[in-house]
């Protein structure tokens, strides 16, 4: 309860400075001390057995998707599609869906370092935004929207970072920047649960010594994002070598490419990634759901979905309600490139 208290008296104190000051400068200031002082309360170094049972900033798996009610890719595939993002928006939270087909090619992010990229074969369904940094991600996400000159990949070296389980603390460059322009004093301070410090060499090769291969990948490609982002001297292209792992996954023959899943709000939808900052994205809206709403909202909003591969080896795909306009749409300062689809 102190610790709590005293977390509580940090937020306000930093949120109260903010609006006051609204200096970008001061707040990083501000809340580094608070992160500095949180972080002091009772904080131990993690032994090894801990740290080996740390759960995941994000935790979904393919386990969580719901195959009930999944179609092949054949179902609906001989319709016309209209622009998903032609319906009208729900304020901030995504489209507001009727009866029809719609597809939409949107921005899309890695949501799991040291794993190989989406190739050509992957089956993806959706899963919901699950683990202990959901809400921060997701935040992110709906953040971003409102926020057009942060690149897309300056979010995605951002969440590399959270899913690194990076303290706040060690944040640093552009990355820090993005975190200061994204998300609020209460969000920041989140990022500190759990979080885990850099590494030294002799803990990591304990910990790997007592993991299976593909998991050892993945902690060891966390260590390195943690050590990256806090030297203050890096690039975009440093962040994906760790993050993307060389190579493909060998995709499941049972989980194709196109497959549908059956969405909990009962519509249809299924995920086309071209590479991993890019996703085409299809609904199918049946009229039998809209008239039994009765006219209540059916509202899609992307941000809390994960386009999750059968294949344990590839990323997960955090999904957005940002659509991808141009056809080759590059971020000239890091050389991010959507391909076309």
């Known amino acids: ?8 008296a940090l937020v306000l104190v930093v949120a109260f400075l903010l609006n006051l000051q609204g200096a970008y400068a001061q707040f990083g200031g501000l809340l580094d001390k608070a992160s500095k002082a949180v972080a002091s309360k009772g904080s131990k170094a993690l032994g090894l057995d801990k740290l080996l049972k740390e759960p995941e900033a994000i935790s ?21 599609y209209k622009p998903l993002e032609n319906l009208q928006k729900n304020g901030q939270d ?3 869906l009727e009866a029809g087909h719609f597809e939409m090619t949107n921005k899309s992010y890695c949501l799991k370092a040291g794993t190989y990229a989406p190739s050509k074969g992957d089956g993806y369904m959706y899963a919901p935004t699950l683990g202990k940094k959901r809400e921060v991600v997701i935040a992110i996400l709906k953040s971003a929207e409102k ?38 004093p209460e969000q920041l301070l989140l990022l500190e649960g759990g979080a885990l410090g850099i590494l030294p060499f002799d803990v990591v090769q304990k910990a790997k010594d007592q993991m299976p291969p593909a998991v050892q990948a993945i902690f060891e490609a966390e260590n390195n994002i943690r050590q990256l982002v806090s030297s203050g001297n890096y690039s975009y292209a440093e962040f994906e070598k760790y ?28 995920y086309f990634p071209s590479g991993y900052s890019v996703t085409k994205v299809q609904v199918y809206v049946p009229e039998e759901l809209i008239t039994k709403l009765k006219g209540k909202k059916l509202v899609y909003d992307a941000t809390d979905d994960i386009a999750c591969p059968a294949n344990t080896g590839s990323q997960r795909l955090a999904q957005t309600n940002e659509p991808i306009n141009t056809k080759n749409d590059v971020d000239k300062k890091k050389g991010f490139i959507s391909i076309e689809i």
């Open 1 to 8: 309860m102190k610790r709590n208290s005293i977390t509580y």
């Open 60 to 80: 979904t798996s393919f386990e969580d998707v719901n195959r009930k009610g999944e179609q092949m890719p054949d179902f609906q595939n001989t319709v016309t």
């Open 94 to 96: 995504g489209y507001l």
């Open 147 to 184: 926020h057009p000159e942060v690149e897309q990949s300056s979010i995605q070296m951002l969440l590399w970072t959270i899913i690194a389980k990076t303290k706040f603390i060690d944040y640093s460059g552009e990355v820090k920047e993005t975190a200061l322009r994204l998300l609020t």
């Open 243 to 270: 993050a993307i792992m060389a190579g493909m996954a060998e995709p499941r023959t049972d989980v194709p490419s196109g497959i549908w899943t059956l969405h909990p709000d009962g519509y249809y939808v299924r």
